[in-house]
């Protein structure tokens, strides 16, 4: 069905995920160590659902906005589909940054579902 890179600082979050997509048929990559976008080259995923307000491996807050803006100024990776998603509504901030789709949390599993298979149909 496709390649999904799960991009979370929350581990439960991404191990409840992994394991519903799994049963939908996607391969799943998770947090992708070293180099963001050169994971990104390297792993190639169909799409990534990323969070907005992330933490780094030394626990500093990360801004998954940067993230999207790096990948969308990257000429090699700007096609990258890419759903954000958060517990604040950052659906027009995403739009704005050219984010393929946003979630809020908590969603229903059929939703995220639905999102993805849409995004990935454009």
Known sequence: MGRLMLVDDNEVVVN?????LEMEGFEI???????????????EPDLILMDVHLKDHAGR???GFQFLDAIRQN????????????????????????????????????????????VLAI
Not at 16 to 20: E, H, P, Q, Y
Not at 32 to 41: C, K, R, T, Y
Not at 86 to 110: Q, T, V
């Open 16 to 20: 409840l995920l992994r394991t519903l």
């Open 75 to 118: 000429s090699d990776l700007s096609d990258t589909r890419i759903i954000m998603s958060s517990g604040i509504d950052f659906k027009a901030e995403s739009k704005k940054r050219n984010a393929n789709g946003f979630i809020l949390k908590p969603y229903m599993p059929d939703d995220l579902i639905q999102l993805i298979n849409h």
């Open 29 to 43: 990559i998770t947090n992708p160590q070293g180099d963001f976008l050169e994971a990104i080259q390297r792993e």
């Open 61 to 63: 807050d990360v801004d």
